[in-house]
């Protein structure tokens, strides 16, 4: 079972086959070259200043990582609300709310000599699975090329079928050995500009960088209207910024409710749903 590949004209419905079949799918070159070098000299800074502050086992200590990135690269909303992007959500997504937003926004660099990262399905942050619901969709970004030796995404091609109802840590791990033809692990290979897709409930993970550059890449999570964000977009964006970015871009921040969820009151006392 290959991991699906498809370019800028194929249809929003193949791909979203894809993903629900397989878990997970790569458009390449979804955005110009030009765009990703954009973004990448926008995190230049933050990723030398803060991008150590997270090394642990499971982040690698050899692998920058930043957040608040709408904050420090505004270049990057053009990739959180690309209308191919919000297609694919909409799809996946919009069957189990009313409306979804970003679960977490992270920019990431691996740098030579890092060692293949755990694989795991970031949807592990929430304790519960329900069978046929998606939590969360996932879209990871290519800044640069990613290669076999430069530590492109892995994947285990399957994985999101798993009928537990939820899958612990330590479970997880249990996915860290060799392919086999049920669930095979492959490589996100693909060119700069390029897009990997894949569900919540995907085993992944970043691979080992084996050579002599870094490669650097954006993961954006898009999770359920009524869950709690895994990143606190409110604080990790300055209110000021966050009026800059477009009403799109606002929204899928977590400014609006779903439902009565996150309403909030008017001085005069009157309750506000948008």
């Not at 800028?8 to 193949?14: E, H, K, L, P, W």
């Not at 060692?115 to 699975?129: E, K, N, S, V």
């Not at 939820?166 to 390029?194: C, H, L, T, W």
């Not at 800059?244 to 009157?270: C, F, K, V, W």
């Amino acid at each position: 079972m290959p991991l699906k590949y498809f370019n800028t004209d194929s249809d929003t419905a193949d791909i979203v086959a894809a993903l629900r079949h397989d878990g997970a799918a790569v458009i390449n070159e979804q955005i110009a070259p030009e765009i990703a070098d954009t973004v990448l000299a926008e995190l230049r800074d933050p990723f030398d200043k803060v991008g150590r502050f997270d090394e642990s086992n499971f982040n690698g200590y050899k692998t920058l990582r930043v957040g608040g990135v709408l904050a420090v690269a505004p270049t990057s909303a053009e990739l959180v609300a690309h209308a191919r992007v919000l297609e694919v959500a909409d799809a996946i997504l919009l069957d189990h709310c009313i409306n979804y937003r970003i679960g977490s926004l992270t920019a990431i660099e691996i740098h030579p000599g890092e060692t293949d990262q755990l694989l795991h399905a970031d949807d592990g942050i929430y304790p519960l699975r329900i069978p046929g619901l998606q939590l969360q969709i996932n879209a990871m970004w290519a800044l640069q090329d990613f290669t076999a030796e430069n530590g492109a995404t892995r994947v285990v091609l399957g994985s999101h079928n798993d009928k537990r109802s939820y899958r612990s840590f330590a479970e997880q791990q249990e996915y860290d050995g060799p392919s086999d033809d049920k669930n095979p692990i492959v490589q996100a290979v693909m060119p700069k500009g390029s897009l990997l897709l894949y569900m919540g409930t995907t085993m992944h993970g970043g691979g080992a960088n084996r050579s002599d550059k870094p490669r650097a890449g954006l993961i954006n999570t898009y999770a359920l209207g009524w869950l709690r964000q895994e990143e606190n977009q409110y604080l990790n964006v300055p209110r000021e910024i966050a009026e800059q970015h477009s009403e799109t871009i606002q929204r899928l921040m977590g400014y609006q409710t779903h439902n009565t969820l996150g309403a909030y009151l008017n001085p005069d006392g009157s309750w506000i749903q948008n």
